[in-house]
């Protein structure tokens, strides 16, 4: 049942690149705060809570599978939550708000940096170079990661909420 005073549109939807993602539960309970539907992707079956708000997607073992599975579909209006700098890339170029679990946005600004000092990085230690990985996630991580969410949230809210009505004729 759609309430006649909102306008006819998408809820925001928060997709969760879910392998290795560490803040899933606090997802989950920003998510339900808000009454958002999650979409869990892995590469294979991920055990999630029993809730009509959270749908889990096994998209196969193929490689970037769960990857390919989230930028087809997130969208102007979405979320994704992921690490992984590829799929961050694909997803802000297709409009959706990006999330890492350490709280760091991507953004149109942001990404073209991060993936040239990713790619830099993986050309270096396949050339034998040693390098430092991504520094482990800390308490401080997972409280900026709460924040960015909810900010982002809020911000997709006021702008849907600035859309004129659609037509009605």
Known sequence: ??????????????????????????????????????????????????DPLIER????????????????????????????????????????????PNGKPFSEESIGMTLAVRNLMTDLRSSGEVTSGPRSFAPRDRSTFLSTLDQTIRRIQRQRADLPAPNQG
């Not at 899933?24 to 958002?36: E, P």
């Not at 096994?58 to 799929?87: F, H, N, Q």
Request: hydrophobic share 45%; aromatic share 4%; glycine share 8%.
């Open 57 to 100: 997607i096994a998209a196969g073992s193929g490689m970037d599978a769960a990857d390919d599975w989230i930028a087809e579909r997130a969208g102007k209006g979405d979320i994704v939550i992921t690490s992984d700098i590829p799929l961050a890339s694909r997803c802000v170029k297709a409009g959706a708000e990006v999330i890492a």
């Open 1 to 50: 049942m759609t309430d006649p005073e909102v306008p006819d549109q998408n809820p925001i939807r928060i997709y969760v690149d879910a392998d290795a993602c560490p803040v899933k539960d606090d997802i989950y309970r920003v998510a339900g705060r808000h009454g958002l539907p999650v979409t869990v992707v892995a590469g294979n079956f991920i055990r999630v809570p029993q």
